[in-house]
């Protein structure tokens, strides 16, 4: 009973033994397995750290991105605004465009009889310099005579004052005898002194007549021939004074009045000249607007990194017409009706434009030329100053 229960207890103990066995087998290979589980939890730990930083960095990009996009939207927007303002601009531009080829059309118009005025002006002033000339010669001529007239003048001074010495010696002389005849008399009771005193006086009475011999005796003809060419020559002088501050009268007169005219047409031509310059710089302002507008617009729609230089330049060229529309609205302040007359034509055509561009490079030949013609008006302007200073200080 006891080996049968023992024998039980045996069986029992080997089984419990084999499920030992077994349970320590089972748990091994779960704390293997859960070895592997950790692991593989770790791994996926250090893998979903991973993926969380590169998925923060992706939403830091988005944001980013997001925040880049919404500029380049809203640059996008205001380039869009200014090229709409820059193309309302160029057909602003394209109107005053017509109306400065118009106006030029009407300056070129102007010019042509400027030009002939201001030829006509030259052939005068060429005239005047040879009347000028003709001046200067007659008066170096009468300058030679008059200093003719006062060499004869300084010749019969000098034989005055010979003369006026020679009679000083003569009344020297006649005084001497005087008083020696004087002296005389008061001997006239002393027989011996008398005699004396009578030799004395002969012989410093010969010594004179000696020496007045010996001097040029006196002509009293070539006196009086003399003092007639003298008063004659004086005559003569004033005459040709008289002359001279008439004639430089004259010439000061005509050369005010050339002065006068020549002031008003360098004037006139000054104000063509602003015109022309207003209007050649409106044009420039034009076509500056027009390429810097063509490239903005080119370069924002292929590109919009590129758009800020383009851009800036755009709106640079945008200020440079601006300027060159408001001197050209200062210069067509000055002709109203000519201004209306060119705002009431129909707009430019591409013709058109390229008749204005003609029309403004012949424009800049008319003015090159005004200028040439006004510089050598004012030339002969200081000549003629200069001539005329001369002539005032010499009379």
Request: net charge positive.
């Amino acid at each position: 009973m006891y080996e049968r229960k023992l024998l039980e207890v045996q069986k029992e103990k080997i089984k419990v033994r084999g499920q030992a066995g077994v349970y320590r087998q089972q748990y091994e290979d779960a704390a293997e397995e859960f070895q592997q589980l950790k692991e593989a939890t770790r791994a996926k730990e250090e893998k979903f750290s991973r993926l969380k930083e590169d998925l923060e960095k992706l939403l830091q990009d988005r944001s980013q991105l997001q925040q880049q996009l919404k500029e380049k939207e809203e640059a996008l927007g205001e380039k869009e605004k200014k090229i709409y303002l820059l193309r309302q601009q160029q057909q602003s531009f394209e109107k005053q465009n017509y109306i400065l080829g118009y106006k030029l059309q009407q300056l070129q118009q102007t010019a042509g009889p400027q030009q002939q005025q201001l030829q006509e002006m030259q052939q005068q002033i060429k005239c005047m310099d040879r009347e000028l000339v003709c001046c200067q010669q007659q008066q170096q001529q009468q300058q030679q005579q008059q200093q003719k007239l006062q060499r004869l003048l300084l010749a019969a001074r000098q034989q005055q004052q010979q003369q006026q010495q020679q009679t000083k010696q003569k009344q020297k002389v006649i005084n001497n005898l005087s008083w020696g005849v004087c002296k005389c008399l008061q001997q006239i009771d002393n027989p011996k002194e008398l005699k004396r005193d009578l030799l004395l006086l002969y012989r410093s009475s010969g010594a004179a007549a000696a020496a007045a011999a010996a001097a040029k005796p006196p002509n009293e003809d070539a006196a009086a021939e003399q003092t007639r060419q003298q008063q004659h020559l004086e005559a003569a002088i004033k005459q040709l004074k008289k002359r001279i501050s008439k004639d430089a009268k004259t010439h000061r007169e005509d050369n005010s009045k050339l002065m006068k005219e020549n002031a008003d047409l360098i004037k006139e031509i000054n104000s063509l000249r602003a015109e022309v310059l207003s209007l050649q710089a409106a044009k420039r302002g034009l076509k500056a607007a027009n390429r810097n507008a063509s490239s903005s617009s080119s370069s924002s729609s292929s590109s919009s990194g590129g758009g800020g230089g383009g851009l800036g330049a755009a709106a640079a060229a945008a200020v440079a017409a601006a300027a060159a529309a408001e001197e050209a609205k200062a210069a067509a302040a000055t002709q109203p009706a000519a201004a209306a007359a060119a705002a009431e034509a129909p707009p430019a055509t591409d013709a058109a434009a390229a008749a204005a561009a003609a029309e403004a490079a012949a424009e800049g030949s008319v003015a090159a030329e005004c200028a040439k013609l006004i510089d050598e008006q004012q030339k002969e302007m200081e000549k003629m100053k200069s001539k005329f200073g001369d002539n005032s200080e010499d009379n």
